[in-house]
């Protein structure tokens, strides 16, 4: 397999084509095997080898599916830090009016099965934007993205017609935008109209109020304790009989939470649920 490095020498575009489908992920490279200028560097068939592998060839472009079991295609975008961002170009087999919403902000999107005539024009797109110098339109287009979904409080997956669970948060700290994944999030807390993310010892605030950030969140993964605090039930030790009838919620870092005894019921619900 040639590297990245050696295709941009001879002036071809690194590729790296990743889905979870192996006829899907073949058909694709086949496809880019008749474009003299464009050079398959890689085949990955999950997130976590897509993050590795992209991190370390640092392709030009991406062929990414977004409906992988896992990571799906908007984490792997999410979490790559190198700079500048691949162009992505977005797999999907859903009908192209349910993702209406990418064409802002991916550089293209493609539904399966391909179309050859639809896969040419992605690809001249893509070579239009990487013969800009500036090549910020990548990471232009994911902050957009992501920083959509937070504002309406939906996970991106929803244009496919996936629950609308959020999954991600962007939260402003200075200058600096952080990425934080609803898994990693211990507890929720109210404070007024904020709420206050806590994971591990930090915490970040975002305006938010609990009760709208509630009915965002997988109510397998998240439950109120307290009118004024959720808890991530994968997080969740034990529990503890507190005195006025009342629990404590005893977290697996060590975190102690009050659960009134109204949401004793639900909790219980909810946490076998999780565990069936």
Known sequence: MSSPKGARA?????????????????????????????RVVARCRDGHEAIATIERLRPDLLFL???MPGLDGLDVLARLSMNPL?????????????????????????????????FGRALDRARRELRDPRR???????????AASAELAIEPSALLGRPSYLKRF?????????????????????????????????????RQAISRLERSLDPAAFVRVHRSTLVNLACVGAVEAHAGHDYIVRLTNGTRVRMSRSYREEFERRMGSSSA
């Open 10 to 38: 001879t002036g071809l575009v690194a590729v790296v084509v990743v889905d979870d489908d192996d006829v899907a992920r073949e058909d694709i490279a086949r496809l880019l095997e008749g474009e003299p200028d464009m």
């Open 65 to 67: 599916d977004v409906q």
């Open 86 to 118: 691949p162009e992505a170009v977005l797999l999907t087999a859903n009908d192209p009016r349910a993702i209406r919403g990418f064409d802002a902000h991916a550089l293209d999107y493609l539904v399966k099965p391909i179309d050859a005539a639809r």
């Open 136 to 146: 910020a339109g990548a990471a232009r287009r994911l902050a957009a993205f992501l």
């Open 170 to 206: 962007l939260v402003k700290t200075g200058a600096t935008t952080v990425v934080l994944r609803a898994s990693d999030v211990d507890r929720i807390e109210a404070a007024g109209n904020y709420v206050r993310l806590h994971v591990g010892a930090r915490s970040y605030v975002v």
